[in-house]
Nanobody, 127 residues
Framework: QVQFVESGGGLVQPGGSLRLSCTAS????????IGWFRQAPGKEREAVSC????????YYGDSVKERFTISRDLGKKTVYLQMNSLRPEDTAVYSC????????????????????WGQGTQVTVSS
């Protein structure tokens, strides 16, 4: 059974940092591209970042470029999202999932290609 479990969210002040973790079971991270997504209240889910099955390419949404960094540890079966210089507009539930179609990260990730969604972890940026 494939499962992703996200952790690392919390309450942080503007300008602060968090590192989110996405730990997989029942799947090898180098078999799929893995994406991080977020959904704020009243908004649609949006792609935040993606790392390819080979860890060679990545995607970042325009609003998080230069602030967020995706990485992975195959031994720990975990994909990380390091978030720096956080802003109130980064407040959302962050989830990860595997792309079952494309092994590389598309210029614009297609949400419908992703599966095995985790429950998500809440990130709140507020003073």
């Amino acid at each position: 059974q494939v499962q992703f479990v996200e952790s690392g969210g919390g309450l942080v002040q503007p300008g602060g940092s968090l590192r989110l973790s996405c730990t997989a079971s029942g799947i090898f991270l180098d078999d799929y591209a893995i994406g991080w997504f977020r959904q704020a209240p009243g908004k649609e889910r949006e792609a935040v970042s993606c790392i390819s099955k080979r860890g060679e390419t990545s995607y970042y949404g325009d609003s998080v470029k230069e602030r967020f960094t995706i990485s992975r540890d195959l031994g720990k079966k975990t994909v990380y999202l390091q978030m720096n210089s956080l802003r109130p507009e980064d407040t959302a539930v962050y989830s990860c999932a595997a792309d079952l179609v494309a092994s590389l990260c598309r210029p614009t990730p297609r949400l419908y290609e992703f599966n095995y969604w985790g429950q998500g972890t809440q990130v709140t940026v507020s003073s």
